[in-house]
């Protein structure tokens, strides 16, 4: 699924297609098991790219103050 558009990815998520860009533009977050079903979907060959990538997600739900 490299390089979808997001048309495609909606259909990865069990969420509506309204969600989708709403989560690519940080109007919403993702929930961890959403963000692995799209890493293994866009099948990244980076073994060190999920692990990092589920940190930022994390990290972005904490409170800043």
Request: overall charge positive; charged content about 25%.
């Amino acid at each position: 699924m490299s390089g979808s558009r997001e048309s495609s990815a909606h259909t990865v998520l069990p969420t509506t297609s309204s969600r989708t860009p709403q989560i690519e533009n940080a109007k919403s977050g993702i929930r961890l098991v959403d963000l692995r079903t799209l890493l293994d979907a866009y099948a990244l060959t980076d073994p060190t790219g999920p692990a990092q990538i589920e940190q930022l997600a994390k990290d972005a739900r904490k409170k800043g103050w």
